[in-house]
T-cell receptor, first 112, second 118 residues
Framework: RKEVEQDPGPFNVPEGATVAFNCTYS??????FFWYRQDCRKEPKLLMS???SGNEDGRFTAQLNRASQYISLLIRDSKLSDSATYLC?????????????FGGGTRVLVKP | SAVISQKPSRDICQRGTSLTIQCQVD?????MFWYRQQPGQSLTLIAT?????????ESGFVIDKFPISRPNLTFSTLTVSNMSPEDSSIYLC???????????????FGPGTRLTVL
């Protein structure tokens, strides 16, 4: 079983619609969670951190469920520019140093 | 945040040769990371490079194949040695910036080096 699993998609989303997808993680010692966005042939860029109480950044809402070990990302009022691969990232803090583990990514295609 | 540059941005190499990738950061950072992203895959950590100490390699990666240098707090190199077509990938440098010990550090990535081995 992979440490971080995501539905690869693609999620085909009409412009203006809402899309949501989850990411599950297997390491219960995971302490920090993030969503990164990666455009085609570009490097990953931080979209948002995910906090225990859930958090919102504009049209993006992230949730964390520690009991079930998953995080989610919801995108409202989708824009064409939201088309990208969304990477779920989990951090485990160890004495030897922090380690990030990346999910395989969920591809989102927003269409007119 | 951090601004990271990598050289070269891309290269096409013959099998059996080696390529050294450079990573430059605009600020001093303690930890630098090297990742590999193979076609259609997500990122896999190769090693963590701290200035003044040996790099720490993840399972499946060894120093003889991926030697790393970290001569100062703003620069690192990754060498892909004795290359084979299976090494064709994007190699990304990353740094961690944030409040030490708080666990809210954010990782920033360089633009990547796209390597093709023939």
């Amino acid at each position: 079983r992979k440490e971080v699993e995501q539905d690869p998609g693609p999620f085909n989303v009409p412009e203006g619609a809402t899309v949501a997808f989850n990411c599950t993680y297997s390491n219960s010692a995971s302490q920090s969670f993030f969503w990164y966005r990666q455009d085609c042939r570009k490097e990953p860029k931080l979209l948002m951190s995910v906090y225990s109480s859930g958090n919102e950044d504009g049209r993006f809402t992230a949730q964390l469920n520690r009991a079930s070990q998953y995080i989610s990302l919801l995108i409202r009022d989708s824009k064409l520019s939201d088309s990208a691969t969304y990477l779920c990232v989990v951090r485990v803090i160890k004495a030897a140093g922090n380690k990030l583990t990346f999910g395989g990514g969920t591809r989102v295609l927003v269409k007119p | 945040s951090a601004v990271i540059s990598q050289k070269p941005s891309r290269d096409i190499c013959q099998r059996g040769t080696s390529l050294t990738i450079q990573c430059q950061v605009d600020s001093q950072v303690t930890m630098m990371f090297w990742y590999r992203q193979q076609p259609g895959q997500s990122l896999t950590l190769i090693a963590t490079a701290n200035q003044g100490s040996e790099a720490t390699y993840e399972s499946g990666f060894v120093i003889d194949k991926f030697p790393i240098s970290r001569p100062n707090l703003t620069f690192s190199t990754l060498t892909v040695s004795n290359m084979s077509p299976e090494d064709s990938s994007i190699y990304l440098c990353s740094v961690e910036v944030g409040l030490a010990g708080v666990g809210t550090d954010t990782q920033y990535f360089g633009p990547g080096t796209r390597l093709t081995v023939l």
